[in-house]
C-alpha cells in the first residue's frame, strides 16, 4: 500500500527505551511513569489534571459516569450527542443510564447543526457531549452560549483533535472535561491508552476514584488522613468511596506516551502543512466537492465531500488502484448502525445522511510526503478533467 490510512509512529528508539524500561524495572503495573506522563500531557495541555487510562474509550466511559455522580444526574436525564462520530461517544451514555438525544451534523465543522441542537434542549438535558472530528474544533462559542445560565454541562471528545484550538484554547478545555486517544493510528500513541484532562478537583479525584475500583487510596496523598479518620472501621489500603472498574493503563504506554509527547507538536506541524495542500486541491473543484478548513484545527485526515454520490465512488476507486486507503468518514451515520436504527427518523438527519453516503476519508500524518501530495494533486486533476 502506497498511502495507508494509518502508519507506526513508533521509532526504534521508542523500542529501544521501552527494552531498557522493561529490562531495569519489575513493575509495570499504573506507577511513577503514568504519574510523569500524566502531569506532562496536563502541562502541554494547558490543564490543571490529567488522568490516563487505557483507550480514549474508555476515557468517554469514565468520564460519563463519574459526572453523572458529581452532577447527580438521575437515570433518563438526557445528554445530546452527535449523529457522526465514533460509537464510543455515544456508549457512554447508554451504558451510565442516561438517554441520548441525537443531533444532526453540520458540513462545515462536521460537528452539530447548532440550530437543530439548541432545538432539541429540554428540562431533562443535562449534558452536551461534543466530538471534535478529524482535527476540526467545534465552535465552542455557540455551545457555550446554549449551555450559559443553564444546568448543563459540556463534556468534550477531543479523541480525534489533539491540538486543535478554538480563539486560541486547545479544545478540551472550554468545557467541564475533556478526552484524548493514544491509538496506534492517532496524533500519538502509546500503542493503546486515553486521557481525561479537567480543570476541576472534584471531578478529578472522583475520575481517580472510578478508573480503579472506587479505592481511596488512589486519591492524592493530601487527602487520605482525613478520609482514612472517617472510616476507622476499615482498613484505609481496601476502602472504597464509589463503584469504579480497572480501566488502569501500564508503565510501558506511558513511557511511549512521554517520549511521543515530545514530538507532538512536530507531528501536529507537518500534518497541518499537508492539510494546507489538502484544501488547495479540493479547491479548484468546488462544482464537485465541499472543502472543509479550519483556522486553528490539528488534521486527523483529508476528508473527501462529493455533492455527487456516483462521483465520490469513481473517485474513491481511482485513488483505491493507485494504492491510497480510503474509509468511510468515520461510522457514517451512525444512526443508520443497528445498534441505534431505533433513533433514527428519516429526513430529520439530512447531513448525517450526506456524509453517510457521499464522502470518505484518507489518512493524514506525519509521514505524508510532498510526493504522496502531488500524486494525490495529479490523480485529480486527471479525475476531473482539469
Known amino acids: 500500500m502506497f498511502w495507508s490510512l494509518q502508519e507506526n509512529a513508533l521509532t526504534p528508539a521508542d523500542l529501544d527505551a521501552l527494552v531498557d524500561f522493561i529490562r531495569s524495572n519489575e513493575k509495570f503495573t499504573q506507577g ?21 487510562v487505557n483507550s ?43 438517554k441520548p438525544v441525537f443531533v444532526d451534523a453540520n458540513l462545515t465543522d462536521l460537528s452539530f447543526d447548532y440550530e437543530q441542537l439548541a432545538k432539541k434542549i429540554t428540562p431533562r438535558t443535562r449534558g452536551i457531549f461534543v466530538a471534535h472530528l478529524l482535527g476540526f474544533p467545534a465552535n465552542e462559542d455557540r455551545l457555550l452560549a446554549l449551555t450559559k445560565g443553564r444546568d448543563i454541562t459540556l463534556l468534550e471528545d477531543s479523541c480525534e483533535s489533539q491540538g486543535a484550538k478554538w480563539n486560541g484554547v486547545k479544545v478540551g478545555n472550554h468545557g467541564l472535561a475533556g478526552t484524548f486517544s493514544l491509538y496506534w493510528g492517532h496524533h500519538m500513541t502509546a500503542i493503546e491508552g486515553g486521557l481525561v484532562t479537567t480543570n476541576s478537583d472534584e471531578l478529578y479525584h472522583l475520575l481517580l476514584l472510578k478508573r480503579s475500583h ?22 484505609f489500603k481496601f476502602l ?17 506516551g512521554l517520549r511521543q509527547l ?18 488547495e486541491i479540493c479547491k479548484r473543484y468546488p462544482e464537485h466537492l465541499i472543502t472543509l478548513e479550519a483556522k486553528e484545527g490539528s488534521s486527523f485526515a483529508f476528508p473527501f465531500l462529493f455533492k455527487n454520490q456516483e462521483m465520490k465512488f469513481a473517485f474513491q476507486k481511482i485513488i483505491g488502484e493507485a494504492g491510497i486507503e480510503s474509509r468511510p468518514l468515520i461510522g457514517g451515520n451512525l444512526l443508520r448502525q443497528p445498534f ?19 464522502s470518505f476519508y484518507i489518512g493524514n500524518n506525519q509521514f505524508v510526503t510532498e510526493e504522496r501530495m502531488n500524486v494525490l494533486d495529479d490523480l485529480a486533476r486527471k479525475f476531473f478533467g482539469k
Open 240 to 256: 472504597f468511596l464509589t463503584d469504579g472498574t480497572n480501566f488502569r493503563s501500564t508503565e510501558l504506554n506511558a513511557v511511549l
Open 32 to 52: 511513577p511513569r503514568i504519574r510523569e506522563f500524566e502531569q506532562a500531557y496536563a502541562k502541554w495541555q494547558g490543564c490543571k489534571f490529567s488522568v490516563m
Open 262 to 279: 515530545n514530538r507532538l507538536d512536530d507531528f501536529i506541524r507537518i500534518r497541518n502543512r499537508n492539510f494546507r495542500h489538502y484544501v
Open 340 to 358: 441505534l436504527r431505533a433513533y433514527y427518523k428519516p429526513g430529520e438527519f439530512s447531513n448525517a445522511d450526506f456524509l453517510h453516503t457521499n
Open 56 to 98: 480514549g474509550s474508555s476515557a468517554n466511559l469514565l468520564l460519563v459516569g463519574a459526572v453523572k455522580e458529581l452532577k447527580s444526574w438521575k437515570d433518563g436525564d438526557e445528554v445530546i450527542v452527535p449523529a457522526v462520530t465514533w460509537p464510543t461517544t455515544i456508549t457512554p451514555v447508554m451504558q451510565c443510564g442516561l
Open 214 to 235: 472506587g479505592l481511596a487510596r488512589e486519591l492524592p496523598p493530601e487527602c487520605h488522613p482525613e478520609i482514612a479518620a472517617k472510616y476507622p472501621d476499615i482498613d
